[in-house]
């Protein structure tokens, strides 16, 4: 069984950061690439970054040069760091592999709210 347990979420204000973690169990790990999503109220569960098995990352233009994902093999951990954080980046943030989202169910997640 795979499981995805996040965590680092809080009450940021505008322009400040926080770094999510997310880790998982089960043998996946290496093999596939990692996602963070996130799901705002009212809305869809949104991919906003990806990173492959070699490292190479891809982000949504909204995100793009303000996060950062990157993936620990050995402790099978993916970090979000978020920085100049924004009121619209206010979500619930989860992690999971792409490829098997309708395979595996989605951990609790972890709330993200910028608000001054």
């Known amino acids: 069984q795979v499981q995805f347990v996040e965590s680092g979420g809080g009450l940021v204000q505008p322009g400040g950061s926080l770094i999510l973690s997310c880790a998982v169990s089960?043998?996946?790990?290496?093999?596939?690439?990692m996602g963070w999503y996130r799901q705002a109220p009212g809305k869809q569960r949104d991919l906003v970054a990806s990173i492959t098995s070699d490292g190479s990352a891809n982000y949504v233009d909204s995100v793009k040069g303000r996060f950062t994902i990157s993936r620990d093999s050995t402790k099978k951990m993916v970090y979000l760091q978020m920085n100049s954080l924004k009121p619209e980046d206010t979500a619930v943030y989860y992690c999971?592999?792409?490829?098997?989202?309708?395979?595996?169910?989605w951990g609790q997640g972890t709330q993200v709210t910028v608000s001054a």
């Open positions: 999971h592999a792409p490829i098997l989202i309708e395979t595996y169910p």
């Open positions: 089960g043998s996946i790990f290496s093999i596939y690439s």
